[in-house]
């Protein structure tokens, strides 16, 4: 690992991944190799996580494919070193920003989409010029494995190497002294990761996760709403960052909604051959523990890792569901009367990484944006903020912090160098010692 890194240092000196030709040419062969192997993936993500060829080509390996494109497209002006405006009283002096690739980079991936939120943080990190590190989740072993193929065949350890193994050799890998680290995972991970990163003071992104809240008032188009929750809940059977985690229904609507939710549920999946599996049978326990049998409406059969969604009505803050993420296919619903009393609640909750609102009822839209803080979320809608690659990604408090996803890959693996360059052809001695009172009124004038 020590004698990689320093050959990563090195390579890195060598200028090598700097021009825009190679970074170009680079995500040219990432995207090749991907291709390419779409069939092993497919194959891992369904040996790991039981994926559908439908999900997992959506939010892995399309997803990833489209990404490079995106990037490829507008590398060159995001590269480029930018003038910008300088003070008058500057003379003869203009002002630059370069963006610089930061050096070496360490990538930390989760299982829950194990290709995609490993490939689309690397697209950045190769975008910005630097060399990467990779540790993919190890409970999907088929997906590390396929990973740490592609890399291997396509580039030089020198420039990107992928390390497999469990927490130890994430310690190890913490040791060294990256220039940045990019880890999606856990609070409690991400807390550890921001402990060890601080005594070297490595800049961190941690996109984390949490409790993200959707709400429903009694404006919102019920057909609508519960298609787009349960398209959001059960997509990868409850393991995405930004699922809605629970519901808050006005209470005038809970009922009418309950049903659609239930209809729509038995049009959605007749059987669930399509659903993804939990990841292990120790995430099957901790959710087994969720689940209140008096206030479940809809589901409850659990084979192996496979749970059928589960719908929990008349829930309250004091469930154990209510406790933490819960990351998996349940959605309890909680019921509120004023949205006062909503947004007194949540404000006084851990900054949500999402907040989706089914509403008709503007001023109610406005308030919820307004007066809650989350990382990003949607309006009768759910998950798809995330495709867009305009829109930067990312937590607030408990969270994470840090974003990424299109220009923000770039720059959250960029340092924005800046400097000045002042003319030699003019030296008045106004700022230089002796000070006078001359100079002084001068200054004065000035800075203000
Ligand atoms: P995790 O935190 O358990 O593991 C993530 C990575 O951290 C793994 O590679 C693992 O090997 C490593 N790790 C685990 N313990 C460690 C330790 N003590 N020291 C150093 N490294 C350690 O997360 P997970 O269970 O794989 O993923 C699920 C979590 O990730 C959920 O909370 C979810 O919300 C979050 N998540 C966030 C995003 C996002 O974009 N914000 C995306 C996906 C998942």
Redesign the pocket.
């Known amino acids: 690992m020590e004698a990689i890194f320093k050959a990563q240092r090195l390579f890195f000196l060598s200028q090598q991944t700097k021009p825009f030709e190679f970074r170009y040419q680079q995500l040219e062969n990432l995207r090749n190799a991907i291709m390419k192997h779409q069939d092993d993936i497919l194959k891992a993500l369904q040996k790991d996580l039981h994926k559908s060829t439908f999900e997992a080509y959506a939010t892995e390996i399309g997803y990833t494919l489209k990404s490079i494109r995106f990037v490829q497209k507008r590398l060159k002006s995001w590269m480029k070193t930018k003038k910008v405006k300088t003070p008058s009283f500057q003379l003869l002096t203009s002002s630059y920003i370069q963006p610089e690739p930061k050096g070496q980079v360490l990538l930390?991936?989760?299982?829950?989409?194990p290709f995609q939120?490993v490939i689309e943080p690397l697209i950045g990190a190769m975008a910005a010029g630097n060399t990467v590190m990779i540790?993919?989740?190890?409970?999907t072993p088929s997906v590390a494995n396929v990973i740490e193929k592609i890399i291997s065949e396509t580039f030089d350890e020198n420039y990107i190497k992928v390390f497999q193994g469990?927490?130890e050799v994430?310690?190890a890998l913490?040791e060294l002294p990256f220039n940045h680290i990019f880890?999606?995972?856990?609070?409690?991970?991400?807390q550890?990761?921001y402990e060890l990163a601080s005594k070297k003071l490595i800049p961190v992104t941690l996109?984390?996760?949490?409790k993200s809240p959707t709400i429903i008032d009694e404006t919102a188009n019920l057909k609508v709403t519960a298609r787009r929750i349960i398209y959001g809940k059960f997509l990868n059977a409850g393991q995405t960052?930004i699922a809605p985690d629970y519901v808050y229904v006005h209470k005038l609507i809970q009922k009418p909604f309950e049903k659609i939710l239930l209809e729509t549920l038995a049009e959605f999946y007749p059987d669930y051959e399509s659903m993804t599996h939990i990841v292990s049978d120790q995430h099957v326990e901790r959710l087994k523990k969720l689940i209140d049998k008096k206030k479940v409406i809809h589901g409850g059969n659990i084979t192996d890792k496979h749970i059928e969604p589960i719908i929990l009505s008349n829930v309250t803050w004091k469930d154990a569901v209510m406790q933490d993420?819960i990351?998996g296919p349940i959605l309890p619903i909680l019921t509120f009367e004023t949205l006062d009393e909503v947004i007194d609640v949540l404000q006084n909750k851990d900054q949500p990484?999402a907040l989706y609102m089914f509403s008709n009822n503007k001023k109610n839209i406005k308030r919820v944006f307004n007066e809650l803080s989350f990382g990003n979320g949607a309006i009768n809608d759910t998950i798809m903020q995330v495709v867009n690659p305009h829109l930067p990604f990312g937590?607030i408090g408990m969270?994470?912090f840090g974003q990424y996803h299109g220009k923000a890959s770039f720059d959250v693996f960029s340092h924005m160098k800046t400097y000045i360059n002042h003319s030699v052809k003019l030296d008045p001695p106004i700022a230089y010692p002796p000070y006078t009172k001359k100079k002084e009124q001068f200054i004065k004038k000035v800075l203000k």
């Open positions: 930390i991936g989760p299982f829950n989409y939120l540790k993919p989740s190890e409970f469990g927490v994430n310690q913490l880890f999606t995972g856990s609070t409690k991970v991400g550890i990761i996109e984390l996760g949490g960052c993420e990351f990484l937590g969270s994470g």
